[in-house]
């Protein structure tokens, strides 16, 4: 397995406040999507159905090559 599908559900708070899930790691994009079309159905998911998000990853890859700025 050369590739994983990482399952975030992202729910807005407010205009500058996010809730992110990471729900799991999985080996196809198809397993991805029947964990999002059970959770649909669940307290909390169902009212925010569209936050769910599918991201494809290479295992042994940086995927943050640069460094970052600390904001105070």
Known sequence: M???YILHHVHE????T????LIGVY???F??????SKLQLLE????????FE???????QDYWSEGYSIIE
């Open 2 to 4: 050369n590739t994983v």
């Open 13 to 16: 708070i407010s205009e500058n």
């Open 18 to 21: 996010e809730d992110i899930k």
């Open 27 to 29: 080996s196809s994009k």
């Open 31 to 36: 397993k991805a999507q029947i964990s999002i």
């Open 44 to 51: 909390g998911f169902k009212e925010c159905p569209d936050g």
């Open 54 to 60: 599918i991201s494809e990853y290479h295992i042994d």
